[in-house]
C-alpha cells in the first residue's frame, strides 16, 4: 500500500523530519514512497520478538537456498545490549536518506544481492547496515571489519587448534569430559560474522562487511563464491561428520551458540549484506555483478537535522539551526567535513562552550571542523 509523505521545507528548519518523520529531501510538493520498498528510512526500532514484524518479500528463483540443517530455521537472538544501535542511531533516526539510496537498498534486499556502498568517510554508509536491522528487526549487526591482512577464514570461522591440545589431558588419562584423548571440537571453534551470518536464520540477518578496499587484492573475489551459493564448509568438522555428525559452535553473537551439521553452513535467507568502501580501490567486474551499487551522498541540510534531532531529541532551537547551516555551508559541495565533525560541534554548543565569547567559540567551532583532506584547519 503506497503512503504519501509530505516533504520537509527546504533547509534545516524541518524539525519533523529530525524527530523521525519521513521526510524525503528538499523542496515542494510530495514523496509517493513506493509500495514495494521494505525498508523505508522510518527511524523505528524494533526487536527480532517483537510480535509484528515488516514482511520480507520472497527471494528469486535463482537466490533460494535449501539449509544444511537438521533442526529447522533458527530465531535470530535478540541483542544482549541494543547500546551499539541507540548510539549510532539516536533515539528515532528517521528521513536521513536520500530517496535514491533507498531504491537500491530494497532492490538489494528483493533480490538477495549484496549492497556496496561507496562514498566519503563519514556519510553514513556503515550507519546504513544498524538502521536496515533496527526498522525490520533483524537483530544485531554483524560486523566485520577488513584490514589489509584480513583472509576469507577470519569472516567464516576461527579454529583454536593449539588452545585444543593445550587443554588435552595428559598421556593415558582421559578428558573429565569423556572427549576422549582431546577435549570436544566444539569448544575451540568460533563461527566469524560471515559465517555466522550464513547459518539458516528464518529471517536474514544483516552483515556489514566494513571498508573492504582496505583488504588484500583477493578477498572480493575469496567472497565470490561464497555471495553466490550461501554456503560454506568447516574441514575440520567434516572430518569427523561420520563419527560426530552434529557439533555445537560459538558464533559471532558471542553467547549465542547452534548447530552445525556434517561441518556445513548454509543459509535459510541471504543475509542483508551492506559492504562499505571508500573508494581507495576498483573491485574486480566479477564481483560488482554481483552486488548493487550506490553512492552515498552527504547529506543535506535537512537530513542533518534529521540527525542532529535523533542524537540530541526533540525540536532544534535556532542557535543548533543556526550551526547545522553555517555547516552546510562550510562543507559546500565537497564532502570534506563529515556529520561526526557536526555533531561534536553541536554537543559543545549545548554545554555551553559558545555562551563565554564569540571569538573563542569560533575558534574551537574552526578546530572542530577541520578539512578531512587535508592537516589544516579550515
Known amino acids: 500500500m503506497s503512503g504519501t ?9 524541518g524539525d519533523a523530519a529530525g524527530a523521525g518523520g519521513n521526510g524525503r529531501g528538499g523542496g515542494g510538493g510530495g514523496f509517493t514512497v513506493p509500495h514495494w520498498w521494505v525498508f523505508r528510512d522510518t527511524g523505528e526500532h524494533r526487536s527480532p520478538r517483537d510480535e509484528v514484524l515488516p514482511k520480507l518479500p520472497p527471494p528469486p528463483t535463482w537466490r533460494r537456498f535449501r539449509p544444511e540443517s537438521e533442526r529447522g530455521p533458527l530465531t535470530v537472538p535478540v541483542p544482549a545490549d541494543g547500546h551499539d544501535t541507540r548510539r ?64 576469507l577464514r577470519d569472516g567464516l570461522y576461527d579454529y583454536d587448534a593449539i588452545g585444543r591440545v593445550q587443554d588435552a589431558p595428559q598421556p593415558g588419562r582421559r578428558s573429565p569430559a569423556g572427549d576422549g584423548p582431546l577435549p570436544g571440537i566444539g569448544r575451540y571453534l568460533t563461527l566469524g560474522p560471515v559465517g555466522t551470518a550464513l547459518l539458516p536464520w528464518k529471517r536474514p540477518r544483516v552483515l556489514l562487511v566494513d571498508e573492504l578496499d582496505k583488504s588484500d587484492v583477493d578477498l572480493p573475489n575469496d567472497l565470490l563464491h561464497v555471495f553466490e551459493e550461501g554456503e560454506f564448509r568447516v574441514p575440520e568438522l567434516e572430518r569427523l561428520a ?12 558471542h553467547d549465542h551458540r547452534v548447530t552445525v551439521t556434517a561441518g556445513r553452513v548454509r543459509c535459510a535467507e541471504f543475509p542483508v549484506v551492506v559492504i562499505t568502501s571508500n573508494g581507495e580501490r576498483d573491485f574486480p567486474p566479477a564481483f560488482r555483478r554481483r552486488c548493487l551499487e550506490v553512492r552515498m551522498p552527504a547529506p543535506d ?27 552546510v555551508e562550510r562543507r559546500g559541495d565537497t564532502a570534506d567535513l563529515a556529520v561526526d565533525q557536526l555533531l561534536n560541534t553541536v554537543h559543545m554548543l549545548t554545554n555551553g562552550a559558545a555562551e563565554a565569547d564569540g571569538s573563542s567559540w569560533r575558534h574551537l567551532r574552526d578546530a572542530l571542523w577541520r578539512n578531512l583532506s587535508s592537516d589544516l584547519s579550515p
Open 301 to 327: 541540510g535537512q537530513r542533518l537535522a534529521a540527525m542532529v534531532a535523533s542524537h540530541f531529541g526533540g525540536a532544534l532551537d535556532e542557535p543548533t539551526r543556526e550551526l547545522v547551516r553555517e555547516f
Open 242 to 253: 561420520q563419527s560426530q555428525r552434529q557439533v555445537e559452535v560459538a558464533t559471532a553473537d
Open 88 to 151: 549510532r542511531l539516536g533515539r528515532r533516526r528517521g528521513g536521513t536518506l536520500d530517496p535514491k539510496v533507498l531504491h537500491v537498498v530494497n532492490a538489494a534486499i528483493h533480490l538477495r544481492r549484496p549492497l556496496l556502498v561507496t562514498g566519503a568517510p563519514g556519510t553514513g554508509k556503515s550507519t546504513l547496515a544498524h538502521q536496515i536491522a533496527s526498522e525490520l528487526g533483524l537483530g544485531g549487526v554483524l560486523w566485520w571489519p577488513v584490514v589489509s591482512r584480513t583472509t
Open 5 to 13: 509523505v509530505d516533504r520537509a521545507t527546504e533547509g534545516t528548519s
